[in-house]
């Protein structure tokens, strides 16, 4: 079975550009989160969706960010404008519908480079 | 792969024996830890969890112990193998549920043959 697919898996922009990162959850979970990761701050929580709708984005830096998922099996994390501290890993994960535990499906993550 | 977590503290073991990894949690309120393991270019994966009723949970080759008093987690791999070599993560949930777990900075395992 295919896991969390994300896209792209490197990025390298300018400052000023607009970024999309893609991801696709694993088929039949309902929970969606998007993880930004630096050595400076760790893994962090941006966001997460239930059944598409988003419950919490207070991890969310500011409003350059913003995330969607328009349906069941696709989520998009946009940044516009991009900036150089903007550069991290991305990740996007899943978690089974009716899960009782913690337990995330990651994908592979979105290396984003600003310069 | 993606370069994260070169500063972070390193365990380096020889292969075949057993490892701990040790984690202090925060938050007297979580009631419940996850570990997980990174491997080089890949995402988080799951090894094993623990609620807060219980002190010690045993899976495949690998034990969590969990002190509350001291708020204090720690993870055992028995019998370490290369395959082991990773970044270790706990995480705990905080204000409760699973959807908002706080990752710890992690411990990076360096298994020598």
């Known amino acids: 079975d295919a896991g969390v697919i994300q896209s792209p898996r490197h990025e390298v922009t300018e400052m000023g550009q607009e970024v999309t990162l893609r991801c696709k959850p694993i088929?039949?979970?309902?929970?969606l989160f998007w993880y930004r990761q630096t050595m400076m701050r760790g893994l962090e929580l941006l966001i997460y969706?239930?059944?598409?709708?988003?419950?919490?984005d207070s991890g969310m830096p500011e409003d350059r960010f913003s995330a969607k998922m328009p349906n069941a099996s696709f989520s998009t994390l946009k940044i516009q404008p991009s900036e150089p501290r903007d550069s991290a890993v991305y990740f996007c994960?899943?978690?089974?519908?009716?899960?009782?535990?913690?337990?995330?499906?990651f994908g592979e993550g979105s290396r984003l480079t600003v310069l | 792969g993606e370069s994260v977590g070169l500063h972070l503290p390193t365990l380096s073991v020889q292969e075949g024996d057993n490892s701990i990894i040790n984690c202090a949690y925060s938050?007297?309120?979580?009631?419940?830890f996850i570990w997980y393991k990174q491997e080089s270019g890949k995402g988080p994966q799951f090894i094993i969890d623990?609620?807060?009723?219980?002190d010690k949970r045993q899976g495949q080759r690998v034990t969590v112990l969990l002190n509350k008093t001291v708020k204090h987690l720690s993870l055992q791999i028995a019998a370490t193998q290369p395959g082991d070599s990773a970044v270790y993560f706990c995480?705990?949930?905080?204000?409760?549920?699973?959807?908002?777990?706080?990752f710890g900075a992690g411990t990076r395992l360096a298994v020598h043959p």
């Open positions: 938050n007297s309120a979580s009631d419940y």
């Open positions: 088929s039949g979970h309902n929970s």
């Open positions: 969706f239930n059944n598409n709708v988003p419950i919490d």
């Open positions: 994960a899943s978690r089974g519908t009716g899960s009782n535990t913690g337990e995330l499906f």
């Open positions: 623990i609620r807060s009723n219980m």
């Open positions: 995480a705990e949930n905080g204000s409760g549920g699973y959807n908002k777990l706080i």
